[in-house]
């Protein structure tokens, strides 16, 4: 299968999942309760990923596949999972809903995000807004789109032009705090922000210059990897919050239009949220 192949059926299996995400929304009959009380499952999180793992068994049985349902709860046991997995030959990761509290609060805030990557190096990424029709793909090499049209990142130069995302993590006491602390640092200059509850719809917005930036400690492969390669090709860029470009292992994201990314890096250094006292 080639990437133009792989784009293809991560398409459809967005959309698929995505029409269940839409009809759901509000209405998951059990919720359950993963490493902490903050870090949610539904039953549609699990159809949804089995949707898309139903549709890889038919049309690509070789390519190995990292989904988040997949994984055991909490970061240590998902950091462990992306080392495992990371050097698989063609890899699929899965976040069947990015956004799963919205989506129990029937807050209609909730994507589709699917990265491939090929031997550790991102191949495709795309992430599927059902609640807007929107489809944000990316191939290495060849751009980003929304529904088709090309995507750039914005234009601001400085922090007090920027808006900039972040979220609240559901490790509360710790990664939560954290990201509190930057916020609290960049506050006074920054344009203002904005925290829609889904990372990968986040990194979206900043490829499509909607958003200059996002930052958000302790966020997993599957939260990151498309948006990730769809920041790059729209001429944004990111690393982890010290500065190290993106690869599949990063937690801790910084991804800006390129032009406020030393600023925001410097910021988050000197308030002492790029990360745990003890990395
Ligand atoms: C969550 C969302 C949220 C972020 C959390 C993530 P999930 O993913 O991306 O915006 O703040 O840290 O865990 O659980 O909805 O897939
Ligand atoms: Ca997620
Ligand atoms: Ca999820």
């Not at 920027?162 to 490790?171: E, R």
């Amino acid at each position: 299968m080639n990437s133009l192949q792989i784009e293809e059926q991560a398409i459809l299996a967005a959309r698929e999942a995505g029409a269940l995400i839409r009809q759901k929304c509000g209405r998951a009959a059990q919720t359950i309760v993963k490493s902490n009380d903050y870090d949610l499952v539904t039953e549609v999180d699990k159809a949804c990923e089995e949707l898309i793992r139903r549709r890889l068994a038919e049309q690509a049985p070789t390519h190995h596949i990292l989904g988040e349902e997949g994984v055991a709860p909490g970061s240590a046991a998902s950091a462990q999972a992306v080392e495992e997995s990371r050097d698989a030959e063609v890899l699929w990761i899965i976040d069947p809903i990015d956004g799963t509290t919205n989506f129990i609060h029937g807050f209609p805030n909730s994507v589709v995000s699917i990265g491939v990557a090929q031997r550790g190096e991102l191949l495709v990424g795309v992430i599927y807004d059902p609640f807007r029709d929107e489809m944000f793909t990316a191939r290495r090499g060849e751009g980003a789109f929304l529904n088709g049209e090309r995507l750039s990142v914005s234009k601001e130069a400085t922090l007090q032009e920027s808006v900039l995302a972040t979220g609240f993590p559901v490790d509360t006491k710790g990664a939560r705090a954290i990201n509190m602390r930057g916020m609290q640092a960049l506050a006074p200059t920054v344009r203002n922000f904005r925290a829609l509850g889904t990372a990968a719809l986040h990194l979206a917005y900043v490829a499509a210059g909607r958003l200059t930036g996002f930052w958000e400690m302790d966020l997993n492969a599957w939260d990151l990897s498309a948006g990730s390669l769809l920041i790059q090709e729209a001429g944004g860029r990111v690393t982890d919050t010290r500065g190290v470009e993106y690869h599949l292992g990063v937690r801790h994201i910084a991804a800006t239009n390129g032009l406020v990314h030393d600023d925001l890096l410097r910021v988050l250094v000197e308030s002492r949220a790029t990360g745990y006292e003890a990395e």
